[in-house]
Nanobody, 106 residues
């Protein structure tokens, strides 16, 4: 059974940091490209990396089947549900996690 389980979300003040984790199981993790998306209320889901201008960093640990999203200098407009995505390098089969809420507010 394929699972992507995000964790690490929560409430943080503007300028703060959070690290999200996504633990994968049920598929060959190393064969998949791992990315993060987010969806704010009333908006479409969007890919995180191109729009955060270096404030966010994605990393992965293949030994732990886990991908991380380090988020620094958080802004209120970063408030969204953050989703982990896995896409097979060849077949482009995709899996999604259930999402984790990030709220940036003072």
């Amino acid at each position: 059974q394929v699972q992507l389980v995000e964790s690490g979300g929560g409430l943080v003040q503007p300028g703060g940091s959070l690290r999200l984790s996504c633990a994968a199981s049920g598929f060959t993790f190393s064969h998949y490209s791992m990315t993060w998306y987010r969806q704010a209320p009333g908006k479409e889901r969007e890919l995180v990396a191109p729009i955060t201008k270096g404030r966010f960093t994605i990393s992965r640990d293949n030994a732990k089947n886990t991908v991380y999203l380090q988020m620094n200098s958080l802004k209120p407009e970063d408030t969204a549900v953050y989703y982990c995505n896995a896409e097979h390098w060849i077949t482009h089969q995709r899996y999604w996690g259930q999402g984790t809420q990030v709220t940036v507010s003072s």
